[in-house]
C-alpha cells in the first residue's frame, strides 16, 4: 500500500519533476518544438491556404491531396516531422537501387569511375593503345578503350554524373522528408562546387550524400566545418593546394614549400558561406585566413597517389599523431604543408605552432560571428519567404541563430512562427527556378518518372544545369534572374511537352487526378485542372489570361514543335512503347471517348499543359 501511494505522490508531481529536469538536462528531440504557432489566421488565411503556403515554401511542389492530408494533420505537426526528417522512404529507396555509383565511397568511385584521360593512360601503360592513336579518336580507337574498360571493370565518369543527376530529381520528386531535400538543395547551392573542376565530379557524390544532406537541419558550424574538409570543395576552392612557410631550425629564417599560398578558399568562406560581402574583413584577413588554413588537403587516394600514401601508411600511429598529422574520411591536414607561425584574423591572434586546432578554431569563430548570423539569416529568409525578406524577420531569425549556436532547426522555427512568414506580401511571391519548376509539376500530375536524365534535360535548357555552375555564388535565388522572354517559352513549351506526353520515360494518368471524371468542355477543364494543379489559389485571372491560348488554331502544332525540340537535343528514342503509352494515358477521355468537336480541338493535355506553362504556376 505504502508503495503505491508513493507512485501515485510521484505521479502527481511529475510536471514539476520535468520542469526541473528540464533545467538541467538537454532538450530531447522535440521538446524544443512543443510550443510551435503559426500566425496564419492574423494574416487572414484560411487553414487549407495556410497549409498551400506551407507546402509550398517546404516542399518541391504540393497536390489538393498533400494540402489535405496538411491540413487535417495540422501544419505544426507536420512541420515538426519534416524538422525531424526521419520519415520512411521505402519507395524512393527502391528507386535508387539501380543508382550503384553514388552509394561508393570516394575510394572506391575513383577505382570504379577513372576519368576519361586517367583511362587512357592506364590502357597506354597496359599497350592496349598507343600514343599516336590517341589524336585520331577514331571508332577503332574508341571500340579499344570500350573494350579495355569492361575487361578491368571501369565505368564512364558521365555514367556517374548522369546517375547523381538522376538521384536528384527522384529524391525531390518522391522523398516524403521533403524539407530535408529543399535545405540539402539551398546548402548545396550556398557551398557550390562545380562538376566542371578537376576531379569533383568524382568526389560529389560523397559531397552530398555525407555532407551536405545530414547537416541540413543541424548545426551551421557542424556543416561548415564538413564542407570545408570535403574533397569536393577542397578541390573546387584549391586549398588541397595551399602551404605556407617554416621556420629554419635555427628560427632566424623561414622556408617557403611547394605549392604556395592560395587564398581562394579562405576568401569565399568568408566572403560567400560566413560573414558575407559586407561582413566586416579585410583583404589582410583574407591572407592570414588562407595561412591559417594551409595544410587542410585531401587524404591521397587512388592510382595517381599512391607514392604519398605508401609513404603515410608506413608512419606508425604514434609518429602520425606526433608530427601534428590529422586523418578523418577524406581529409588530411599534413602538418607538414602547414604555415606554423603566428596570425591575425579578425583581431584575432593565432599563436605559433597551433596546427590543425588553428582552423577548426577559424571556422567556429566564423561560424559564430553576428554577421554570419545575419547573412545566413538573409539567405534563408530569402528562400524561403521573398526577395526581399523584412528586416525585422532577418533580426528575429539572427537572434535565434546566435542564441541556439547556429541551430538550424531554430532558426526556420523562428522564421515560420514569424507573421512576416504568413504575410500576403509573402504568399506565392517566389518564382520557381527551372528545377523547381520541373519537379513541382511532375509531382502535382503523379507522374511516375522512369528516365530522370531526361527532366534534367528541360533544366538545362530551361537555365538550370544541376551540379554545372561554375561561379562559387551558386545560383541566384531571385526571380529576375530566372524570368526573361526566352525562360517564359521554354516554360510554356516544357509544359505543353510534359503534359502530352512527349518526356520519354515520364507517365501519368491526367484523369486520374479528377477521380476519372472527363470534363465536359475546355472551360470545364481548365476550371477544374487550375484547382487541382494549383490548390488553394483564386484561379479567376488565370483562366481569363489562359483562354486564348486555347482558342488559338496553331496550339497543337505549337505542341508538335515543342516536343520535337525535346526529340532534337535528347540521345534517348522519344517513341517507346512505354512512352506511346503515356500519351495515351495523358489523353485519355478527351479524344478517346468524346468526340464533340470542342473536344476534338481542344485536349486536356493542352489544358494541363498550359497551365503548367501559365505565369501562375511558376510561383510558390
Not at 115 to 122: G, P, S
Not at 373 to 395: C, G
Request: with cysteine.
Amino acid at each position: 500500500m505504502k508503495k503505491a501511494l508513493r507512485i501515485a505522490s510521484i505521479g502527481c508531481a511529475v510536471p514539476l519533476l520535468l520542469f526541473i529536469l528540464s533545467s538541467f538536462l538537454p532538450a530531447p528531440s522535440g521538446v524544443l518544438w512543443r510550443g510551435m504557432s503559426f500566425p496564419y489566421k492574423q494574416a487572414g488565411l484560411t487553414k487549407a491556404q495556410a497549409a498551400a503556403h506551407l507546402l509550398s515554401r517546404f516542399t518541391f511542389g504540393a497536390s489538393t491531396e498533400d494540402v489535405a492530408i496538411v491540413e487535417k494533420q495540422g501544419l505544426e505537426k507536420w512541420f515538426k516531422q519534416q524538422l525531424e526528417a526521419q520519415l520512411t522512404d521505402d519507395s524512393l529507396q527502391n528507386r535508387l537501387k539501380e543508382y550503384d555509383g553514388i552509394q561508393l565511397s570516394t575510394e572506391q568511385i575513383l577505382a570504379v569511375y577513372p576519368r576519361n584521360f586517367q583511362v587512357v593512360r592506364m590502357a597506354i601503360q597496359d599497350s592496349v593503345v598507343n600514343k599516336d592513336s590517341i589524336q585520331s579518336n577514331g571508332p577503332k580507337y574508341r571500340e579499344l578503350i570500350k573494350n579495355y574498360m569492361q575487361q578491368k571493370g571501369l565505368r564512364s565518369e558521365n555514367d556517374l554524373e548522369q546517375q547523381l543527376i538522376n538521384q536528384k530529381i527522384l529524391r525531390a520528386a518522391y522523398s516524403q522528408n521533403q524539407l530535408q531535400e529543399v535545405l540539402s538543395s539551398f546548402w548545396f547551392n550556398h557551398f557550390n562546387v562545380t562538376m566542371n573542376k578537376g576531379d569533383c565530379s568524382q568526389y560529389m557524390p560523397s559531397y552530398e550524400r555525407d555532407v551536405i544532406r545530414p547537416n541540413a537541419l543541424g548545426k551551421f558550424e557542424n556543416l561548415l566545418l564538413a564542407t570545408a574538409q570535403s574533397p569536393a570543395m577542397l578541390t573546387y576552392l584549391d586549398n588541397s593546394s595551399s602551404s605556407g612557410v617554416k621556420m629554419s631550425s635555427n628560427g632566424k629564417g623561414v622556408k617557403r614549400i611547394n605549392g604556395g599560398l592560395n587564398e581562394n578558399y579562405a576568401r569565399e568562406v568568408m566572403e560567400l558561406h560566413t560573414l558575407g560581402v559586407d561582413g566586416g574583413y579585410t583583404q589582410q584577413d583574407v591572407t592570414e585566413a588562407a595561412r591559417v588554413l594551409t595544410g587542410w588537403t585531401l587524404f591521397p587516394l587512388g592510382q595517381n597517389n599512391k607514392e604519398a600514401r605508401e609513404r603515410l601508411d608506413k608512419m606508425s600511429p604514434e609518429t602520425f599523431t606526433q608530427r601534428g598529422f590529422v586523418h578523418t574520411g577524406d581529409f588530411l591536414f599534413a602538418s607538414n604543408r602547414h604555415d606554423d607561425s603566428s596570425k591575425t584574423v579578425l583581431g584575432h591572434t593565432f599563436k605559433a605552432g597551433g596546427g590543425y586546432e588553428e582552423g577548426v578554431a577559424l571556422l567556429h569563430m566564423l561560424a559564430t560571428n553576428p554577421s554570419t548570423a545575419k547573412f545566413i539569416s538573409r539567405k534563408l529568409a530569402i528562400r524561403f519567404v521573398s526577395d526581399n525578406p523584412p528586416q525585422s524577420l532577418i533580426d528575429k531569425m539572427a537572434k535565434t541563430f546566435t542564441d541556439k549556436d547556429g541551430d538550424i532547426k531554430a532558426v526556420l522555427t523562428t522564421m515560420v512562427c514569424s507573421p512576416e512568414f504568413w504575410s500576403k506580401d509573402a504568399i506565392r511571391e517566389k518564382t520557381k527556378s527551372p528545377f523547381e519548376l520541373v519537379i513541382s509539376a511532375v509531382r502535382s500530375i503523379h507522374a511516375d518518372i522512369k528516365k530522370p536524365y531526361q527532366l534534367f534535360n528541360w533544366m538545362n535548357r530551361m537555365g538550370e544545369k544541376t551540379y554545372y555552375y561554375v561561379a562559387p555564388t551558386g545560383f541566384p535565388d531571385r526571380g529576375q534572374y530566372w524570368i526573361n522572354t526566352g525562360s517564359l517559352l521554354n516554360r510554356m513549351n516544357f509544359g505543353l511537352a510534359l503534359a502530352s506526353g512527349r518526356i520519354p520515360g515520364v507517365t501519368f494518368n491526367l484523369l486520374a487526378l479528377n477521380n476519372n471524371h472527363e470534363p465536359e468542355s475546355t472551360e470545364s477543364a481548365l476550371n477544374t485542372f487550375c484547382h487541382i494543379l494549383m490548390p488553394e489559389r483564386s484561379s479567376e485571372a488565370t483562366i481569363k489570361r489562359l483562354t486564348p491560348l486555347l482558342n488559338d488554331p496553331e496550339l497543337q502544332k505549337k505542341v508538335e514543335k515543342a516536343a520535337g525540340k525535346t526529340a532534337a537535343s535528347d540521345s534517348t528514342p522519344t517513341t517507346s512503347t512505354a512512352d506511346k503509352t503515356s500519351i495515351l494515358y495523358a489523353m485519355q477521355g478527351n479524344n478517346a471517348h468524346n468526340n464533340t468537336p470542342a473536344m476534338n480541338k481542344y485536349m486536356l493535355a493542352q489544358v494541363v499543359g498550359i497551365i503548367i506553362g501559365s505565369p501562375e504556376f511558376q510561383r510558390r
